[in-house]
């Protein structure tokens, strides 16, 4: 059995609903980074479950890094 690969696609190639989408998914990939950093920044050490450096880092993976910050990063007050 042959798994067939979708065929890349340009920019200009894309219909104007998938280059929205796209922006979109981009913008909203883009709040979550920089809420998290902005929380990073701006939260005490000692508010945060862990070295502030890894969820730094971990935060620049997309989509998850930012939201398993907000879900499990955090210390409940």
């Known amino acids: 059995m042959q ?6 696609l340009r920019w200009n190639e894309l219909k104007p609903a998938q280059k929205g989408g796209a922006i979109a998914l981009a913008m909203l990939q883009f709040s979550l980074l920089a809420a998290a950093l902005w929380d990073l920044r701006h939260r005490p050490a000692a508010e945060v479950k862990g070295d502030k450096r890894l969820w730094t880092v971990f935060a620049f993976v997309n989509f998850i890094g930012p939201i398993t910050y907000f879900m499990f990063g955090r210390k409940k007050s």
């Open 3 to 8: 798994i067939e690969s979708c065929p890349r």
